[in-house]
Nanobody, 116 residues
Framework: QVQLVESGGGLVQSGGSLRLSCAASGFSIKNYYMRWYRQIPGKEREVVAILIPGGDYHHADFAKGRFRVSGDNAKNIMYLQMDNLKPEDSAMYYC??????????WGQGTQVTVSS
């Protein structure tokens, strides 16, 4: 059974750091495009970072230099290290797996709140 479970969100002061985790089961993250998305209330969900099979990655412009996506294939977990957080980073963060046999998969999300 395919499942994605995010964790690591919370309340942090501006300039602080958080590390989000996305634990996957039912498939291997190393074989699929994995993404972190975020959604601010009233706005569309947007891509934060992409982890590509083989280890390459991309980050949205707002994330470059502050966020870093990575994967631990042995643990089957994708991470998002977020440093120098800003209040505008406050959002629900979701992980996503593309192109599984059962279709795309989403986690339930983890809330990040950055206070000024």
């Amino acid at each position: 059974q395919v499942q994605l479970v995010e964790s690591g969100g919370g309340l942090v002061q501006s300039g602080g750091s958080l590390r989000l985790s996305c634990a996957a089961s039912g498939f291997s993250i190393k074989n699929y495009y994995m993404r972190w998305y975020r959604q601010i209330p009233g706005k569309e969900r947007e891509v934060v970072a992409i982890l590509i099979p083989g280890g390459d990655y991309h980050h949205a412009d707002f994330a470059k230099g502050r966020f870093r996506v990575s994967g631990d294939n042995a643990k089957n977990i994708m991470y998002l290290q977020m440093d120098n957080l800003k209040p505008e980073d406050s959002a629900m963060y979701y992980c996503h797996a593309e192109g599984l046999a059962s279709g795309d998969a989403w986690g339930q999300g983890t809330q990040v709140t950055v206070s000024s």
